[in-house]
């Protein structure tokens, strides 16, 4: 709260809370003392509302055990607001909050899995990857933080790069998985159109990615296209378009293609550009587990045991 109030906002916030709940105890105390003033029928208590023929509302005070409910939740909502944070930004006596329960939690479940993670201690993600009692606890890590965007089974999807394959886009060394966990990774490649120039321009160039992986082509079109692909796209593809594992440019000449291989998909990626957002994980996962995890994704292209 204290990031978005300032303390200002945060007394009012809270003299607003206090006042009405100070205004639903005068509510009551009102409702409790006082007696309708409607034209009574004085000899039967009645308030004259008759239903059913004989079903009528008398003129009585609402019970008192009912009253003494009301009001014991205004004690238990001036005692919530002592102990916990909800009067603007007071933290509240106990300085309890959800993060600090879930930092707590998290440090606990941590303090018991160390010794499981102790036996990897010092060891380079390679070596991890040869122990059957790493390849199962990364598995877990693995279904639990990675399955939704890169599948249960590792191989990806349209923008979701296939981690079981030799193709990376960052690299495959136990020591580049550990970064693009850790840290993260963008790849951003910015809409092409401008510097090819036409749809036309575009197409050819396509034509020209198309024979780049040995792939039926127009040659024509291709011979074009590759004098545009040496002026726009060999910055960051490379003059062979073996791509960039810096910035995570791919590989264009293979046959491994992240958000598509035909003339359509690849014209589209030019026209409009492609990004990729892998979130980095280091508040999500400890040191110990992220080696773990690695080791998990290195075995799976570099054992052959999935
Ligand atoms: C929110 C979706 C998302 C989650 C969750 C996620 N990733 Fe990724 N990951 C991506 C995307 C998208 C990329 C490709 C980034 C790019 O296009 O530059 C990527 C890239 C990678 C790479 C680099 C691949 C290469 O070819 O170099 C690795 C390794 C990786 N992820 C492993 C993991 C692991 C392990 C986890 C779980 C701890 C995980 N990812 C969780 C979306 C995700
Ligand atoms: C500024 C660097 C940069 C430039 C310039 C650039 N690209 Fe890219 N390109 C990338 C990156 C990074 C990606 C991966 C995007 C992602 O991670 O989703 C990419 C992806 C692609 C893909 C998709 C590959 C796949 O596996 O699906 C194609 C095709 C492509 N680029 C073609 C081109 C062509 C053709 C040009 C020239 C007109 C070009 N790029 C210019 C950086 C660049």
């Not at 791919?250 to 046959?255: E, G, M, T």
């Not at 035909?262 to 996962?285: A, C, D, F, Y």
Request: charged share 20%.
């Amino acid at each position: 709260m204290s990031d978005f109030f300032s303390s200002t906002v945060g007394l009012l916030v809270a003299g607003v809370t206090l006042f009405s709940i100070v205004m639903c105890g005068v509510l009551l105390w009102v409702q409790a003392s006082k007696k309708l003033k409607v034209s009574l029928d004085v000899k039967s208590n009645s308030t004259g509302h008759v239903w059913d023929e004989d079903l009528q509302e008398l003129n009585n005070p609402m019970p008192r055990w009912w009253m003494g409910l009301f009001y014991i939740t205004i004690v238990f909502a001036f005692a919530y607001l002592f102990f916990f944070p909800g009067l603007g930004t007071y933290q509240g006596k106990s300085e309890w909050s959800s993060q600090g329960q879930y930092l707590a939690e998290r440090k606990m479940v941590e303090e018991r899995a160390a010794p499981l993670f102790a036996k990897f201690e010092g060891l380079k993600v390679e070596e991890i990857a040869h122990m059957p009692e790493a390849k199962a606890m990364g598995e877990r890590l693995f279904l639990n933080n990675c399955a939704q965007c890169h599948c249960s089974d590792a191989r990806g999807g349209r923008g979701f790069p296939n981690l079981t394959d030799a193709d990376w886009l960052y690299g495959g060394t136990g020591e580049a998985i550990q970064v693009s966990i850790v840290e993260g990774r963008n790849g951003i490649m910015p809409p092409m159109i401008a510097a090819v120039g036409s749809d036309e321009n575009a197409r050819a160039v396509a034509q020209y990615v198309l024979s780049l992986s040995g792939r039926a082509n127009d040659p024509l079109k291709a011979q074009l296209g590759r004098k545009i692909f040496g002026e726009a796209c060999v910055a960051c593809h490379g003059a062979d378009g073996k791509g960039n594992q810096a910035i995570g440019a791919p590989n264009l000449s293979d046959r491994t293609w992240l958000h598509g291989g035909t003339e359509r998909s690849i014209v589209e990626t030019i026209k409009n550009g492609r990004q990729g957002h892998m979130p980095s994980h280091k508040q999500i996962l400890n040191a110990d587990q992220i080696r773990v995890v690695s080791s998990y994704v290195w075995q799976m292209s570099n054992t052959g045991n999935r």
